[in-house]
């Protein structure tokens, strides 16, 4: 038999947000040569990913979950749906597995006094159950991904891993509403992936395992 599908329930939206723990909505008003004008910003933090590479497994380490916003936008364009109030479309009749990307470990900069380098090292374990010590972590790059609407900044990173490291199974932090799945991918599925017209995953990933591929030989001869 196959595997029963996960659904939402009770589903609603309220136009009302205001400021949570991790988006305030703001409008900005400012003049500019001689303009009024208005930019309407959803504030966020700062965060980290990972570029996870198994040496045992000769695959990269990356984590599925689900996303509402990709979710209702997926649902919100069907046929059916086009034109209805939100509150009118019945989000229950359809699959989790919409909603669901393939990322990079990664996760926000909410933690005060900790560096990029120390978020990045609990994220691992927490979401991937891999324990990595700070001097086999190292900085790709950092780069803004929010030019639009928030201005937050990533700080990519890089790390091998091996079984001798694994801690937990990791899964994300459920009280937080995460269930995430680990996924390796071999090097041709990778690039595979990257290689794709249509991928369910965001940009930076993209980036990530291509800077993977040019890097692959340097990596492995002065290993990090």
């Known amino acids: 038999m196959g595997e029963t599908k996960e659904h939402l329930s009770h589903v609603s939206f309220d136009d009302g ?30 965060n980290v990913a990972i570029v996870l590479y198994h040496r045992e497994k000769k695959a990269l380490l990356f984590v599925r979950q689900f996303r509402p916003p990709v979710f209702v936008r997926k649902v919100r364009i069907m046929p059916e749906n086009q034109g209805k109030p939100w509150n009118e479309i019945e989000w229950d009749k359809y699959p989790v597995e919409l909603g669901k990307t393939l990322e990079l470990c ?19 374990e927490e ?5 990595v010590q700070e001097d086999r972590i190292h900085l790709i790059k950092s780069y803004i991904t929010g030019i639009s609407t928030s201005g937050s900044r ?16 990791g ?10 799945e680990k996924v390796f991918l071999d090097l041709k599925q ?35």
């Open 17 to 46: 947000l205001v400021a949570s723990p991790y988006i305030k909505p703001i409008r900005m008003h400012f003049q500019r040569k001689g303009q009024t004008l208005h930019w309407d910003l959803g504030i966020e933090q700062d």
């Open 106 to 124: 990664a996760g926000l900069m909410d933690k005060i006094g900790k560096s990029p380098k120390q978020i990045a090292i609990e994220e691992i």
């Open 127 to 131: 979401e991937c159950g891999y324990a």
């Open 154 to 169: 990533q700080y990519l990173f890089y790390a091998i891993i091996d079984e001798s490291m694994k801690a937990t199974e």
């Open 171 to 180: 899964g994300g932090n459920v009280y937080e509403g995460e269930f995430i």
């Open 190 to 224: 990778a690039q595979e992936l990257i290689d794709s017209e249509h991928l369910e995953s965001p940009p930076g990933l993209l980036y990530a395992v291509k800077w993977f591929f040019d890097n692959f030989t340097k990596l492995f001869e002065n290993p990090i």
